[in-house]
């Protein structure tokens, strides 16, 4: 029988060690978690921001077509804030004149909608806060604890938007409140499938924190969700691989730990034979 739910804190220590940079943390600053975006620290120090803010806001206006069939919807923004994503910038080179419109069918609308957010305000929904530096302001949209995954995906897609938009400072951003939502083991699961459907092998900042939490709690949240961790080491056997890993790696420390605290005589082991009658 199968063990009661376990929510996941956000804020639970890992046990396995993991080089996991602490970049997000020291980017982030500020009382809701500013980390720049175009009205950040390097427009503070100008003599006047209200002009530069006035100088975006003359830019012309963009057109963002999100979405495709009866899902897609139009966003506008000023071009002056679009292109300070390198990706945009050279696709709107080439339209120098005329109607200033971009396709993004493959792209998901509430994540271009934090990208915009950002660039206006240097933050989006929902923000870090100062009075709980583990948490973020409270959303009455959704449950406190997110049993399908869905929060933990928004931020993932934020995440791998800013990394298709080059965007670093909202890839940090995004990638800081992911480990600020309380979860399920489902929740975990569908987070997981996400980061190694959509990331490459070598993004180790998101990927070897995913691998390293189901190291440390599999024993528990396998029974959550094993038919969904099954599924999800047969699709993604990378992931498995990094599980594994991780776990391997655990136990030879500790098998270290414990040779080093018991004196051996001699200074070789040998593996034991099974005797042999004759």
Known sequence: MAEPEVEISASAEPDVE??????????VDGENGDIGGPFGEDDAERSNPQTVFLEYLRSPIVELMVGSGDEATLL????ALVTQSPYFAEKLADHSEGTRRLDLPKESLDAVGCFLQYQYTGEYFPRRV???????????SVPP????????????????????????ELKT??????HRINSTAVG??????YVYGNTPSTDDTIRKPVAAF????SHVLRHEAEQEFRQMCLEFPQFGFDVLSLVLDQREKRSAARDDETPMKGSSRKRMRPSVQI
């Open 18 to 27: 993991m080089a996991v940079a602490g970049a997000e943390e020291e980017a």
């Open 76 to 79: 506008t923004a000023h071009q």
């Open 130 to 140: 100062a009075s709980n530096p583990d948490g973020l302001e409270a959303d009455p």
């Open 145 to 168: 604890v997110d049993d399908t995954g869905a929060q933990l995906l928004k931020h993932a897609r934020v995440y791998t938007l800013a990394e298709k938009l080059g965007m670093p």
């Open 173 to 178: 951003l995004a990638h800081s409140k992911i």
């Open 188 to 193: 975990e699961i569908a987070y997981a499938r």
């Open 214 to 217: 189901w190291a440390t709690r």
